[in-house]
């Protein structure tokens, strides 16, 4: 069984959606007042657009925050798919239009080809990261550690900042942050909105076989505190 760290519950994802924006603006801020700048990894999906708006309104020192994100499919940035185009549409608006956004394709012809670049592209990023924010997929991945593909073993153990993986159950390869890039973070949360992700989140915590469910890498450490925020 791994033991939950913080577990905070909100009545609607509007709730949640405008503590945790103000979070994670107050974290940044800090952030750029102690050490000069301040770096943000956002997931894509659809569970943090709304999220993207409230945060891009806060009032932050953008121009010194770096922000990417925690995995890309291997799609350009106008295609529907794109983690980066939700970015750039939902996030680097607004006062956070002057944010620095590095996404993570670039023009090689997969991610296996185009990781080295992603990773020094990356190299002046802030680290620890200051604030990462995932999400989760019901069959219990994040960031794209997907429990079907055969890179995730790489993914997991890897002290490279990017691995590529190549998903069964998911559209597209794609880029991701290793586990050993997204740990070294000073905050985590994990955003999850709907009920099957709440027992999803509850089956992850059984126990810490993370071939199964590789969002067990995040929940079962203790190095990097992890706030779960949930609303149904
Ligand atoms: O590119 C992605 O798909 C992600 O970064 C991924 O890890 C996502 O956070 C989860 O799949 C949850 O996705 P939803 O928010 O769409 O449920």
Not at 35 to 58: E, I
């Amino acid at each position: 069984m791994i033991k939950e760290t913080v577990f905070k519950s909100f009545d609607t994802p509007a709730d949640l959606e405008a503590k945790l924006a103000d979070k994670i603006a107050q974290q940044l801020q800090d952030a750029v007042d102690t050490r000069g700048k301040a770096s943000l990894v956002v997931s894509g999906g659809s569970t943090p657009l709304k999220l993207f708006k409230l945060l891009s309104q806060k009032l932050v020192d953008w121009s010194d925050v770096y922000i990417t994100l925690a995995d890309e499919r291997w799609v350009n940035a106008d295609e529907q798919d794109s983690n980066e185009r939700l970015v750039r549409e939902h996030l680097l608006q607004n006062r956070a239009a002057s944010a620095k956004f590095r996404g993570l394709k670039n023009m090689f012809a997969s991610p296996e080809a185009g990781c080295d670049m992603t990773s020094e592209s990356l190299a002046n990023f802030p680290r620890p990261f200051d604030v990462v924010v995932l999400g989760m997929g019901t069959d219990g991945h994040t960031c794209s550690w997907f429990p079907c593909s055969a890179e995730l073993d790489n993914a997991l153990t890897t002290k490279d900042l990017c691995a590529a993986v190549n998903p069964t159950t998911a559209p597209h390869a794609r880029i991701t942050l290793s586990k050993d890039a997204i740990l070294n973070s000073r905050q985590i949360y994990l955003h999850l909105v709907g009920e099957p992700k709440l027992t999803v989140y509850h089956q992850a915590l059984e126990n810490d076989d993370v071939t199964q469910m590789p969002i067990r890498a995040v929940l079962a450490q203790r190095k990097t505190p992890v706030d779960v925020f949930y609303s149904a």
